[in-house]
């Protein structure tokens, strides 16, 4: 009967659409929520204006980690999407699934010019030398602060590529400057920063090179890295210059709140919260790279967001309007004019010479930072992103120690335990999925 | 009134329970019986009793990355699951939450229908005012409890930031969260719960409470030897659903703490879908569902046999 209902549904659906022109339809699954949502279809509008072949029917499916479950359960229906929207860490996951067609294969064929597009960006969504999917929305991690309040209390602001005990003084200072009005700093329980922090020190979380060169069968989050993390953390949680937000999309919003009513100056957040934290603020937005230990050079951080992966279950010409789509998105004033509305960086790096953001970098300096920051790194394994399935179950995993750590448990014991849950799913993934 | 409507409806279905056990079908009845209940039975299976197998089979089993049942491990999952400290704690949390919630909702809720019950004049605001949350949807409750519990702009961080107090950490601290948790739960019940005891209260024949009066009764007294047996089946009615809502919470926990920190509020329910729709993990999770249908059969099994000689009908 379900099948029934979605055929038929699907049917009079596409009926619909044929109904208005003669173009061939090519459905587009995405996550982006609210604001970058209305910038989304602006990016599909230019499309389908620029075109008479094809045309994209973009369709919002919620968050990233259930869109997940959603393409890999449909596809091979008639509800299944042409092109979709899939975030950084199912990379794997994606690969593994066979539900895909490389877009290498496209690129090949059109000899469509790559050298353009941030390396670091399609470093993470290769594989095997081979560009499985495109990056579209990308973002890096930054460490905003209050340069208003900084410069109130006389604090020597922290320099672009700050350390972590850099940090530390600024947020002491400011928290003991302000008669303890103002709360130093605070890094939200979030397993994309401690993965980051990895990245940054140059380190890896799984072996064979992060699932670079073959599946991963053993994690070890215990490093001297990761205690380094948690015990520059630990350390001002001390001093009582921290404030915790917790876990969760709530903590999120509470620190945004926090940041911009003066109750803490410090905090690491994606460069797609610039455009929030522009707008809304009365105070000078300053923001620096990632922060990296204190004896060690910053190796650069992987990127966050999501790419454009496309369905191997669509006809040939279906699939092919799915790759002209992705090469439209990529366009640099199309790009530059998603990094303006959203904070997510343009990837292509002619968007810099456009007008677009020549005008945006002319009104807001410091949203040069976050393009500037990936530039500079060069891709490795350690900053490419990890290769793994169940990056999901493992973040949760990362976020309970740090929780842990938070609440003022003990750094290695909480990383033991991770380790140990963290590798019994891998194991246990591995043997479902027939790895070795 | 919707008390009068349980109490009844239930003997009657027992007494022709008993009757029917004396009848012999005959093939007419057959086939009437087929064509009736036909359908229902077809939904049934398509719907309950299908997904329901389906669960059971796939526990039995490792799922890959599609969702499929690759390598059968038997009752591998079960064991692995019941031996695991964090499901462990999953579990005794949840009955932590089920059980504070239902006192707190049942308790409050019944203080306050019994204050809202007694015949003074204006009564009815607040009568209004305490059923307000049934009109409340969980993501606005949600929303409007995270604002109050903001440590930097939240109305309790507020309060102790006027009254010289530290601020408590109410989302992040472990014990604090489910405090929350439990905190917006019990408002979010209040409403309905109210509603129905205020109803149950007052169907209270008033003869029993004029004899009372006459007797020298004190209110208290009348309290619990009047109003507590008379309204029982609607308490029990109330508990009842408030414990099975209790072990469903999913939207609250979602949006207000999704399971953490530290897992401290990761119910059952929340922790299945996490497990199958963040993680795909569908084997693992399916292994959790026959454990909380286990377990709620178990407790719905429980009341009946004992709770339900003791309510007075």
């Given at each position: 009967?379900?099948i029934?209902?979605?055929?038929?549904f699907g049917k009079?659906?596409?009926?619909?659409s044929?109904a208005?022109?003669n173009?061939?339809?090519?459905v587009?699954w995405?996550?982006?929520?609210g604001p970058s949502e209305d910038?989304?279809?602006?990016v599909?509008?230019?499309?389908?204006k620029?075109?008479t072949?094809?045309?994209?029917i973009p369709?919002?499916?919620?968050?990233y980690?259930e869109?997940?479950?959603k393409?890999?359960q449909t596809?091979?229906?008639?509800?299944s999407?042409a092109?979709?929207?899939?975030?950084?860490i199912?990379?794997?996951q994606m690969?593994?699934s066979?539900y895909?067609?490389?877009v290498q294969n496209f690129?090949?064929?059109?000899?469509?010019?790559?050298?353009k597009?941030?390396?670091v960006?399609r470093?993470?969504?290769?594989n095997?030398?081979?560009?499985q999917?495109?990056?579209?929305n990308t973002s890096?991690?930054?460490l905003?602060y209050?340069a208003?309040?900084?410069?109130?209390y006389g604090?020597t602001?922290?320099p672009?590529?700050?350390s972590?005990?850099?940090?530390?003084?600024?947020?002491?200072?400011l928290y003991?400057?302000s008669?303890?009005?103002?709360?130093g700093m605070?890094?939200?329980?979030?397993?994309?920063?401690?993965?980051?922090?990895?990245?940054n020190?140059?380190a890896?979380?799984a072996?064979?090179?992060?699932?670079?060169?073959?599946n991963?069968t053993?994690?070890?989050i215990?490093?001297?890295?990761t205690?380094e993390?948690?015990?520059?953390?630990?350390?001002n949680?001390?001093?009582?210059?921290?404030?915790?937000?917790g876990?969760?999309?709530?903590?999120g919003a509470?620190?945004?709140?926090?940041?911009?009513?003066?109750k803490?100056?410090i905090?690491i957040?994606?460069?797609?919260?610039?455009?929030q934290?522009?707008k809304n603020n009365t105070?000078?937005l300053g923001?620096?790279?990632?922060p990296?230990?204190d004896?060690?050079?910053?190796?650069g951080?992987?990127?966050g967001?999501?790419?454009l992966?496309i369905s191997?279950?669509?006809p040939?010409d279906?699939?092919r309007g799915?790759?002209?789509?992705?090469?439209?998105?990529?366009?640099?004033?199309?790009?530059?004019q998603?990094?303006?509305?959203?904070?997510?960086?343009?990837?292509n790096?002619?968007s810099?010479?456009?007008k677009?953001?020549?005008?945006l970098?002319?009104?807001?300096?410091?949203?040069?930072v976050p393009?500037?920051?990936l530039?500079k790194?060069k891709?490795?394994y350690?900053?490419?992103?990890?290769l793994?399935?169940?990056?999901?179950?493992?973040?949760?995993?990362?976020?309970v120690?740090?929780?842990t750590v938070?609440?003022?448990?003990d750094?290695?014991?909480?990383l033991d335990?991770?380790?140990?849950?963290i590798n019994?799913n891998?194991?246990?993934?591995?043997r479902?999925?027939?790895?070795? | 009134?919707?008390k009068?409507?349980?109490?009844n409806v239930?003997?009657?279905?027992?007494?022709?329970?008993?009757?029917r056990?004396?009848?012999r079908l005959n093939a007419n009845?057959k086939?009437?019986?087929s064509?009736f209940?036909?359908p229902?039975?077809?939904?049934l299976?398509?719907f309950v009793f299908y997904?329901?197998?389906?669960?059971l089979y796939?526990?039995l089993?490792?799922t890959?990355?599609l969702?499929n049942?690759?390598?059968?491990t038997?009752?591998?999952n079960?064991?692995?699951?019941?031996s695991?400290p964090?499901?462990?704690?999953?579990?005794s949390?949840?009955l932590?939450?089920?059980?504070a919630?239902t006192?707190?909702?049942v308790?409050?809720?019944?203080?306050l229908?019994n204050?809202?019950s007694?015949?003074?004049?204006?009564i009815?605001?607040?009568?209004?005012?305490?059923s307000?949350?049934?009109?409340v949807s969980?993501a606005?409750a949600?929303?409007?409890?995270l604002f109050i519990?903001?440590p930097?702009t939240g109305f309790?961080?507020?309060?102790?930031g006027?009254?010289?107090?530290p601020?408590?950490?109410w989302?992040?601290?472990?014990?604090?969260?489910?405090?929350?948790?439990?905190?917006t739960?019990v408002?979010?019940n209040?409403?309905?719960?109210?509603?129905?005891?205020l109803?149950?209260i007052?169907s209270v024949?008033?003869t029993?409470?004029?004899a009372?009066?006459?007797?020298?009764?004190?209110?208290?007294y009348?309290f619990?030897?009047?109003t507590?047996?008379m309204?029982?089946p609607t308490l029990?009615?109330?508990?009842?659903i408030?414990?099975i809502g209790?072990?469903k919470?999913f939207?609250?926990?979602?949006?207000?703490t999704?399971g953490?920190p530290t897992?401290?509020?990761?119910?059952?329910?929340?922790r299945i879908y996490?497990?199958?729709f963040?993680s795909?993990?569908?084997?693992?999770s399916s292994?959790?569902?026959?454990?909380?249908t286990?377990?709620?059969?178990?407790f719905t099994l429980?009341?009946?046999?004992?709770?339900?000689?003791?309510?007075?009908y």
């Amino acid at each position: 009967m379900a099948i029934l209902l979605v055929t038929v549904f699907g049917k009079s659906l596409s009926a619909k659409s044929a109904a208005n022109d003669n173009r061939i339809p090519i459905v587009f699954w995405h996550e982006m929520g609210g604001p970058s949502e209305d910038a989304l279809e602006q990016v599909v509008d230019g499309f389908n204006k620029s075109q008479t072949k094809y045309k994209v029917i973009p369709k919002y499916q919620g968050t990233y980690d259930e869109a997940i479950q959603k393409i890999l359960q449909t596809h091979g229906t008639s509800t299944s999407p042409a092109v979709f929207q899939a975030f950084d860490i199912s990379t794997a996951q994606m690969i593994h699934s066979g539900y895909t067609t490389p877009v290498q294969n496209f690129i090949d064929q059109d000899n469509y010019d790559v050298s353009k597009i941030s390396s670091v960006a399609r470093a993470f969504y290769s594989n095997g030398g081979k560009q499985q999917a495109m990056p579209f929305n990308t973002s890096q991690p930054v460490l905003y602060y209050n340069a208003s309040l900084l410069k109130k209390y006389g604090i020597t602001p922290p320099p672009v590529s700050p350390s972590y005990s850099d940090i530390t003084r600024v947020a002491k200072q400011l928290y003991e400057k302000s008669d303890h009005k103002v709360k130093g700093m605070t890094v939200q329980v979030y397993g994309w920063f401690l993965e980051q922090a990895l990245a940054n020190a140059g380190a890896q979380l799984a072996n064979n090179n992060d699932g670079h060169t073959g599946n991963p069968t053993e994690v070890k989050i215990n490093n001297p890295d990761t205690v380094e993390f948690l015990n520059w953390i630990k350390e001002n949680i001390k001093s009582d210059d921290f404030i915790d937000y917790g876990s969760g999309a709530s903590a999120g919003a509470n620190q945004t709140a926090g940041f911009l009513s003066d109750k803490v100056g410090i905090f690491i957040q994606s460069s797609a919260s610039i455009g929030q934290l522009t707008k809304n603020n009365t105070n000078k937005l300053g923001i620096t790279y990632f922060p990296h230990p204190d004896n060690k050079k910053a190796n650069g951080v992987a990127i966050g967001g999501a790419a454009l992966w496309i369905s191997n279950d669509k006809p040939k010409d279906v699939q092919r309007g799915a790759f002209e789509f992705i090469k439209y998105s990529l366009k640099p004033e199309v790009q530059a004019q998603w990094q303006k509305s959203t904070g997510y960086l343009a990837l292509n790096k002619d968007s810099q010479k456009t007008k677009i953001l020549k005008d945006l970098y002319a009104k807001n300096p410091e949203s040069k930072v976050p393009g500037e920051q990936l530039a500079k790194a060069k891709p490795n394994y350690s900053n490419s992103g990890i290769l793994m399935e169940g990056m999901q179950l493992t973040r949760q995993l990362e976020e309970v120690a740090m929780e842990t750590v938070y609440n003022g448990g003990d750094i290695n014991h909480a990383l033991d335990t991770a380790d140990k849950a963290i590798n019994d799913n891998l194991h246990q993934s591995n043997r479902a999925n027939g790895y070795k | 009134m919707l008390k009068t409507s349980t109490t009844n409806v239930v003997p009657e279905k027992k007494v022709e329970a008993k009757q029917r056990q004396g009848f012999r079908l005959n093939a007419n009845d057959k086939y009437y019986a087929s064509i009736f209940l036909g359908p229902s039975l077809l939904v049934l299976t398509l719907f309950v009793f299908y997904p329901m197998l389906k669960t059971l089979y796939i526990s039995l089993f490792l799922t890959n990355t599609l969702g499929n049942t690759t390598v059968f491990t038997g009752l591998d999952n079960y064991v692995k699951l019941i031996s695991s400290p964090d499901f462990l704690s999953s579990m005794s949390v949840t009955l932590l939450y089920v059980v504070a919630v239902t006192v707190l909702t049942v308790s409050v809720g019944l203080l306050l229908a019994n204050l809202a019950s007694q015949k003074l004049p204006g009564i009815g605001i607040f009568r209004t005012l305490y059923s307000v949350t049934m009109g409340v949807s969980v993501a606005v409750a949600a929303i409007f409890w995270l604002f109050i519990f903001n440590p930097s702009t939240g109305f309790f961080a507020l309060m102790s930031g006027w009254l010289n107090l530290p601020v408590v950490n109410w989302l992040t601290s472990p014990t604090n969260a489910m405090w929350a948790v439990i905190i917006t739960t019990v408002w979010m019940n209040l409403g309905f719960t109210f509603l129905i005891l205020l109803g149950a209260i007052q169907s209270v024949p008033s003869t029993l409470y004029e004899a009372a009066d006459v007797e020298g009764a004190s209110s208290r007294y009348q309290f619990f030897k009047i109003t507590i047996p008379m309204i029982s089946p609607t308490l029990f009615f109330v508990s009842t659903i408030t414990i099975i809502g209790a072990f469903k919470s999913f939207g609250l926990i979602d949006l207000i703490t999704k399971g953490g920190p530290t897992n401290a509020t990761n119910m059952l329910v929340y922790r299945i879908y996490k497990d199958a729709f963040y993680s795909g993990n569908y084997a693992k999770s399916s292994t959790e569902a026959i454990i909380l249908t286990v377990i709620i059969a178990f407790f719905t099994l429980i009341q009946f046999k004992f709770l339900e000689k003791k309510v007075n009908y």
